[in-house]
């Protein structure tokens, strides 16, 4: 089960989840990375933790950000928080998905 809504996502551990990611400019524009640019998705317990527990690059040419099952099998139930940012090839960095949520839900098989 995946349920996206806004910036909060909500799954079931152990799950596969593959979420199409976009890009806008700050005139609404669609950005198409160019080569040498980097998506990430960093995702923590908490703000404040100095880790974090996943940590994905998005590929350029499709933009899907993809959960794996194992990614998230031994993690506990509740809320997590997660960013995407774009690092373009010339250093310039963009957080464009700040302070998400991505609530855990508990699997029964």
Do not use: H, W
């Not at 806004?6 to 199409?20: A, H, V, Y």
């Not at 524009?29 to 160019?34: F, H």
């Amino acid at each position: 089960m995946v349920k996206v809504d806004g910036k909060r996502i909500e799954m079931t551990k152990g799950d596969t989840c593959i979420l199409s990611i976009s890009i806008t400019d700050t005139e609404g524009n669609d950005y198409t990375p160019q080569t040498g640019d980097v998506i990430r998705f960093a995702m923590k317990q908490r703000y404040t933790d100095a880790n974090t527990i996943i940590n994905k690059v998005i590929p350029n040419d499709t933009l899907d950000l993809r959960i794996e099952p194992n990614d998230t099998k031994s993690l506990t139930t509740g809320k997590y928080y997660f960013d995407v940012e774009l690092t373009k090839a010339d250093g310039t960095v963009d957080t464009f998905i700040p302070e998400g949520e991505l609530v855990l839900k508990e699997e029964i098989c």
